[in-house]
T-cell receptor, first 110, second 115 residues
Framework: GQQVMQIPQYQHVQEGEDFTTYCNSS?????IQWYKQRPGGHPVFLIQ?????EVKKQKRLTFQFGEAKKNSSLHITATQTTDVGTYFC??????????FGSGTQLTVLP | NAGVTQTPKFRVLKTGQSMTLLCAQD?????MYWYRQDPGMGLRLIHY???????AKGEVPDGYNVSRLKKQNFLLGLESAAPSQTSVYFC??????????????FGPGTRLTVL
């Protein structure tokens, strides 16, 4: 299948530090979606990117879509304990089915 | 609105037993999906449906069957459970909007253990 690779798998940061997770594909992506899953919870949609070079912000979260539409990143500025969870990127197929990356598990140390 | 609901929340089966997981959504969404989540592997698509009466295979369909007899319900069946099917199962739904890939709304999940 058309995989999306996500790195790192785990990230531990001190509260207040920044955090970035990366999503890469060997083929051009039509779109990329980002989801957050809190421990013991279910994935919750954060954002969708569709345009080359697109940058979107949600408060302390910045999402980028690469110029070649083969990579994407999620950056969190000044992490807080509420940011704890696993962040997934996902690409949508022709029937809108999602192929997920393996996720980055973020731990924020107080 | 309840959104996407799943029953049961937890289940323990013995190898060879069968069971059905129920997903229901009250958002009038056309598309529904079943995923499984295993540690360190993200979510993998089992089966999906693009409308009432239709189903299609996803990435890991073996050992599972599905049915979408009503628009609001999507059932996932395990005919003969195996320990490899121990996982957390998530149902999701999404709406149709032409030319856009839309967000999926996930249910709370079912934790299944097969002994």
């Amino acid at each position: 299948g058309q995989q999306v690779m996500q790195i790192p798998q785990y990230q531990h940061v001190q509260e207040g530090e920044d955090f970035t997770t990366y999503c890469n594909s060997s083929t051009t992506l039509s779109n990329i979606q980002w989801y957050k899953q809190r421990p013991g919870g279910h994935p919750v949609f954060l954002i969708q990117l569709v345009k080359s070079g697109e940058v979107k912000k949600q408060k302390r979260l910045t999402f980028q879509f690469g110029e070649a539409k083969k990579n994407s990143s999620l950056h969190i500025t000044a992490t807080q304990t509420t940011d704890v969870g696993t962040y997934f990127c996902a690409r949508a197929g022709s029937a809108r089915q999602l192929t997920f990356g393996s996720g980055t598990q973020l731990t924020v140390l107080p | 609105n309840a959104g996407v609901t799943q029953t049961p929340k937890f289940r323990v089966l013995k190898t060879g037993q069968s069971m059905t997981l129920l997903c229901a959504q009250d958002m009038n969404h056309e598309y529904m999906y079943w995923y499984r989540q295993d540690p360190g592997m993200g979510l993998r698509l089992i089966h999906y449906s693009v409308g009432e009466g239709t189903t299609a295979k996803g990435e890991v369909p073996d050992g599972y069957n599905v049915s979408r007899l009503k628009k609001q319900n999507f059932l996932l069946g395990l005919e003969s459970a195996a320990p490899s099917q121990t996982s957390v199962y998530f149902c999701a739904s999404s709406y149709i909007q032409q030319a856009l890939y839309n967000e999926q709304f996930f249910g709370p999940g079912t934790r299944l253990t097969v002994l």
